[in-house]
């Protein structure tokens, strides 16, 4: 029997290549979990995932309902699971005013830390009952949320405060987690912090009690994804070249996929805690080794803090 791993936003990037990679090893079926039901379907098509060893169901993580819904649509399959991918991202760094998600939060906190967070504590129940022998968590981070490391210096830096925003309620007019003035850029770092914060914690909460592994990692820069589509056409065209000539940070979307797939299903990344990277200068053949994770991120007190106002925030608590 196969293994079942759930991949969010498997429409484009790096979840489609980690789809393909996982579903061409012949052990894994994978439910392909997206806001956009036909955009999906082509986009398996076309990297030519093979036709029965996938199933998309929608979700759209911009919406709590959603969320809720999806996690009934996939108990409704009858599969088990044995691996959650939280890998889908949005990065708005042009907009001048904040976007908003159906429940009234801001959008790429919404999308890429809050709608993730119901979600992994939904399906928390799932992994559980999985009778594979190493069932794993995986949360896409990125350097970004980093700046002790190189890619992750450049500023406006992430600083989550003391989560000032959420104990407000985090509904307009606040729209960042520290309680500042709206910044776009700041607020993808700020919730790729709160992807490691929320990796940290299921460990500390669950790894023991449960044998699930928790990880994170970055890819690498792949800096031809979807991910920079808001971003000034100029940019888009020499971002990539800067990373593959200039920094040397660059990283095929196949690549970056196949690193997914590895540790969701190598034997060598079973450790629970764990945030994983390639370096942000690539090498051929480079091995991947445990990063150490930006002082935010590391900070235990926080990562409680920040998982009872996300509670809140997403009505488990
Ligand atoms: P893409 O933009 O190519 O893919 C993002 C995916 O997220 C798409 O499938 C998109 O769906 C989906 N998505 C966006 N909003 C929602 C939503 N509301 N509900 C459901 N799905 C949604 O980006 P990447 O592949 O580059 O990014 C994937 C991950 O990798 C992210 O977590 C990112 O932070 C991380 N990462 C990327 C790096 C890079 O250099 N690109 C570097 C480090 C980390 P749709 O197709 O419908 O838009």
């Not at 399906?123 to 794993?136: G, I, N, Q, T, Y």
Request: hydrophobic fraction near 35%.
């Amino acid at each position: 029997r196969k293994s079942t791993v759930v991949i969010t936003g498997a429409s484009s990037g790096v979840g489609l290549q980690a789809a393909k990679a996982l579903a061409q090893t012949g052990q894994w079926h994978v439910v392909m979990a997206c806001r956009d039901l036909s955009k999906t379907e082509t986009a398996a098509q076309t990297v030519g995932i093979p036709k029965d060893s996938y199933t998309i169901i929608h979700l759209d993580l911009a919406s709590l309902d959603s969320v809720r819904q999806f996690v009934k649509d996939f108990r409704n399959s009858g599969r088990s699971l044995d691996a959650l991918v939280c890998n889908a991202a949005i990065y708005m760094p042009l907009i001048k005013e904040p976007l908003w998600s159906v429940d009234g939060y801001e959008l790429s906190v919404a999308t890429n830390h809050l709608g993730h967070f119901l979600l992994c504590n939904l399906m928390l129940e799932d992994l559980k009952k999985s009778s594979a022998s190493e069932p794993r968590l995986v949360i896409l981070g990125t350097v970004t949320h980093n700046p002790k490391e190189l890619g992750g210096k450049i500023p406006p830096r992430p600083d989550l405060g003391n989560l000032q925003g959420f104990e407000a309620g985090f509904k307009a007019p606040h729209t960042m987690i520290d309680g500042k003035k709206f910044e776009p850029v700041k607020a993808y770092k700020d919730s790729k912090v709160c992807n490691v914060l929320t990796m940290k914690e299921l460990h500390r909460r669950y790894h023991e009690s449960t044998g699930i592994t928790f990880s994170s990692l970055y890819p690498g820069c792949v800096a031809t994804t979807a991910l920079f589509r808001d971003h000034y056409p100029l940019f888009q065209k020499l971002f990539p070249l800067f990373q593959k000539y200039i920094t040397g940070g660059y990283v095929s979307e196949e690549d970056a996929g196949k690193r997914v797939a590895e540790v969701v299903a190598d034997p060598a990344y079973n450790e629970s805690g764990m945030y994983w990277s390639w370096g942000n200068r690539q090498k051929k053949d480079r091995k991947s080794f445990v990063q150490e994770v930006s002082n935010e991120a590391s900070d235990d007190d926080k990562a409680k803090r920040l998982w009872e106002l996300s509670e809140k925030l997403v009505g488990l608590a």
